[in-house]
Nanobody
Framework: QVQLVESGGGLVQAGGSLRLSCATS????????MAWFRQAPGKEREFVAA???????????SYADSVKGRFTISRDNGKHTVDLQMNNLSTEDTAVYYC?????????????????????WGQGTQVTVSS
């Protein structure tokens, strides 16, 4: 049974940092592309960042424009975890953050940013940024 469990959310002031972590089990982690999405109240779930599995292309990452330069996604294939380091947070980053994963075809040049490409999801962790 595939399980994704997020941790690390909380309350932080604008300009601060948080590090989210997603612990996985029940999957062949090194074969999975992993991603973070977020959903603010009244809004649709949106892409944040993704990281590919290790392949002949190396490890590729992709980011939403709104987080480029502030967020960094990383994975630890030994620990089966994927992290999201979030710096210089703003109130607009307030949302529930979800970890997602799936086996993605190599035809993708960069890790996909669409919700439909990921079949496995965690329960989410709340991030609240105060002004």
């Amino acid at each position: 049974q595939v399980q994704l469990v997020e941790s690390g959310g909380g309350l932080v002031q604008a300009g601060g940092s948080l590090r989210l972590s997603c612990a996985t089990s029940g999957l062949t982690f090194h074969s999975y592309t992993m991603a973070w999405f977020r959903q603010a109240p009244g809004k649709e779930r949106e892409f944040v960042a993704a990281i590919s599995r290790v392949s002949w292309r190396g490890i590729r990452t992709s980011y939403a424009d709104s987080v480029k330069g502030r967020f960094t996604i990383s994975r630890d294939n030994g620990k089966h975890t994927v992290d999201l380091q979030m710096n210089n947070l703003s109130t607009e980053d307030t949302a529930v953050y979800y970890c997602a994963g799936d086996v993605v075809p190599e035809s993708f040049q960069t890790p996909p940013d669409a919700v439909r490409e990921y079949g496995f999801w965690g329960q989410g962790t709340q991030v609240t940024v105060s002004s």
